[in-house]
């Protein structure tokens, strides 16, 4: 595999630009949201649902992770509901999250959801660390031309609406890491369709496969694809850092009592790279 390349998708167009060497890599697919795209679902938010993050409501259940959040968007009913789970993870900007390539984009011959928020912290309706948006999105080309589960990552920069804060510097963030060895105990929190609140568990992820990780708990309906995979967490502050998010094996598995993730390794980590850059 050659360099890391920039490739931008723009109105449904896919170019691949010639990296330093005079190669082409076909591994990375970038999509800048544009603005109707993104308003769509944040326009459904409105003051009475956000609240400033230096007065989180007592109603915030306990063990919740600002760092993690739902994903909304507008149905076929014109109701914007949440169907994804994501994470802030750690980036220059401190803008970036990270969830399944499966929810930000459909897979081969399917297209990018954009019309979605991300609400960290997401409570009972609330929104108590402010709505964000995507500007950009960036997924693995083996997703975008034959739905590879082992590619199964999604990485989107976002901005928030209504504001000029970075999401990081509201909610803090896990770090990133790649290779890591297994198995390993993580925390994986997300939201299923059903519930307002986080589920979070703490167990233990193994090698399912060569490019695949399991972990058994129960309850992780669907909803909660994306939910972040969080290893060496502080108990104080909550973070840790991230290794990988349901999805992958079964689309994160086809029963609520064993979740799958793509295994974070070299891919994965370029990947992260150009979504930082």
């Excluded at 409105?46 to 739902?70: E, F, H, I, Q």
């Excluded at 997924?139 to 034959?146: E, P």
Aim: hydrophobic share 35%.
């Amino acid at each position: 595999m050659s360099a890391v390349t920039a490739v931008t998708v723009l109105a449904g167009s896919f170019f691949l630009v010639s990296d330093a060497a005079g190669g082409t890599d076909p591994s990375q697919g970038v999509h800048q949201v544009s603005e109707a795209e993104a308003n769509e679902s944040a326009d459904q938010w409105d003051a009475s649902r956000t609240v400033s993050p230096t007065s989180v409501p007592a109603a915030v259940p306990n063990g919740l992770n600002p760092v993690v959040g739902a994903l909304f968007s507008v149905d076929a009913n014109g109701d914007n509901s949440h169907f994804c789970s994501g994470s802030v993870v750690h980036s220059p900007a401190g803008n970036l999250v990270v969830t399944a390539a499966h929810c930000l984009h459909d897979g081969a011959g399917g297209r990018y959801n954009t019309k979605i928020t991300f609400v960290p912290g997401y409570h009972d309706g609330q929104a108590p660390f402010g709505v964000w948006e995507p500007v950009r999105m960036v997924v693995a080309q083996g997703w975008l031309s034959s739905s590879d589960p082992d590619l199964d990552v999604g990485f989107m920069t976002v901005r928030e609406v209504g504001g000029s804060r970075q999401v990081e510097d509201v909610t803090g963030a896990n770090l990133f890491d790649a290779n890591h060895q297994l198995p390993t105990d993580v925390q994986v929190s997300g939201y299923p369709d059903e519930s307002d609140r986080q589920l979070s568990c703490r167990e233990s992820a193994v090698r399912f496969s060569s490019y695949q990780m399991r972990f058994s708990c129960p309850g992780y309906t669907d909803g909660t694809s994306g939910s972040p995979w969080v290893t060496n967490r502080d108990a104080t502050s909550g973070l840790g850092t991230v290794i990988g998010v349901i999805g992958g094996h079964d689309g994160g598995g086809d029963t609520a009592d064993v979740s799958y993730s793509t295994y974070f390794d070299e891919d994965i980590a370029k990947l992260y790279e150009l979504a930082t850059a």
